[in-house]
Every structure is written in structure tokens, then in C-alpha cells.
């Protein structure tokens, strides 16, 4: 019989990164693609909630008026607080670091999703959050790793929140490369921690696989919507 008691819920920050400016997708917001007639990122902010998690900082960087008038049209109480990265380009860590210093100082872990990542729902969330709190001693990150291709949502506690802030520039993966024997590769074969949304192609390999209706919405009046330069 098992007498060792449930781990307590983590009081669990959650980022969801969306500064990105598309540009293999011609330079559009990936998160405004609507799916199944929703957005994306109305079905991840979705599904954090159904994980029973709060409400996440949603990360901006391009396309950042497109998505504020998106989610203008919200219920106030489902609106996720979001947070401007005012130069996304300058170095590709600045988004994760701009959300970091957006949680409150009181949360034991931290959750970060990707916003192109269209298959992600409450069960893998949940899975995620499950696995990190049953972690082995001394594991600060976890990361879902599918067929050796390290994925998303990732996991870390408050300790490394820390040490990235007080590091700027710093990343994730530099802490891991710097950390090895504090990072749990969570090998699970479930494709949804590893599918993401970068081309065209993908979103055709996406809408056949799946059988859903995919579509970009009409631009939201006055919002500049033409493609990023690079």
C-alpha cells in the first residue's frame, strides 16, 4: 500500500511566449490563426485554465497591436494580462526575462508554452505539471523530449527564475547546458510537445492530419497588419 502522500499543487506561473514576428509564415501573428474557429491562442489560454492553472502573462513583441485588438474582444475575466517585449529582436532570451519579471515573486514554479503550438491541450498540461511535481530530488527543469527532440510546455522552480533574472540575457538552455544534472528529460511519446507551426507547410500538414478548419482572420480595423522585414 502507498502511504507516501499526494504532492501539494505548485503555485505555478505560466508564460505563454507570442513576441515572435512569423516570418517563415510571411510575417504573420501565428497565434491569431484560427482553428476549429478559434485562435490559438484562445484555445492554450483555454486549456491552461482547464489544467486548473491561472490565467497565464501572455509575452508580445511583434504584431503586438493585432493580437491587443484580438484580445479587446474578450470577456475581462478570460483576458490573460500581457506584457510588451518593446525589442524582440535584440537578443532572443529578452521575452522569456520581460515574462519572468511579469510573475509574482511568490510562485514556486514556472510553466512557459509556445504559442504556435496547435495540439497542446489541459491533458498534456496536466501531464507536465504531474511529472514535475513527482520529479527526482535535485531536478530544477524539465523539458518533454519526443523521439530525442526536446519540446513544450517546460517546467522550472523558483530557484531558477532567479538565477535567469539575475543573469539578463541569459536563457534557459544556457542554464541547462550549464546544469545538466538538475535537468529531467521527460521522454514521453506524445507529438504534441514537439509540433509546432513555422511555414505554410506545416499548417497544410496540420489541416490534413487532423481534419480541422484552419484560417487566418480578417485584419481588425486600423491595425497594421503588413508583413515584418527581414
Request: charged share 15%; hydrophobic share 40%; glycine share 8%.
Amino acid at each position: 500500500m502507498n502511504t507516501h502522500p499526494a504532492p501539494q499543487p505548485l503555485r505555478t506561473g505560466v508564460l505563454i511566449l507570442a513576441a515572435g514576428a512569423g516570418r517563415r509564415m510571411g510575417g504573420r501573428a501565428k497565434c491569431l490563426l484560427e482553428v476549429q474557429g478559434h485562435s490559438l491562442l484562445q484555445r492554450t489560454v483555454g486549456s491552461v485554465r482547464s489544467a486548473g492553472l491561472h490565467t497565464p502573462v501572455l509575452v508580445l513583441g511583434h504584431h503586438a497591436a493585432e493580437i491587443q485588438a484580438h484580445l479587446s474582444h474578450w470577456p475581462e475575466h478570460l483576458t490573460p494580462r500581457h506584457v510588451v517585449n518593446p525589442a524582440p529582436e535584440d537578443d532572443p532570451a529578452s521575452s522569456l526575462h520581460i515574462g519572468l519579471h511579469a510573475l509574482g515573486n511568490d510562485v514556486q514554479a514556472v510553466m512557459v508554452l509556445l504559442a504556435d503550438q496547435p495540439l497542446i491541450n489541459a491533458a498534456d498540461i496536466g501531464a507536465v505539471l504531474h511529472a514535475f511535481q513527482r520529479r527526482p530530488p535535485g531536478c530544477q527543469v524539465l523539458v518533454p523530449m519526443v523521439n530525442g527532440v526536446p519540446g513544450h510546455p517546460v517546467m522550472f522552480d523558483a530557484a531558477v527564475r532567479a538565477d535567469l533574472l539575475a543573469a539578463p540575457g541569459s536563457s534557459l538552455r544556457q542554464w541547462r547546458a550549464a546544469h545538466p544534472e538538475a535537468t529531467l528529460a521527460w521522454v514521453v511519446d506524445n507529438p504534441h510537445h514537439t509540433r509546432d507551426l513555422d511555414t505554410p507547410e506545416d499548417l497544410d500538414t496540420l489541416a490534413r492530419d487532423t481534419g480541422w478548419v484552419c484560417r487566418w482572420p480578417e485584419p481588425a480595423p486600423g491595425v497594421n497588419t503588413d508583413p515584418v522585414a527581414g
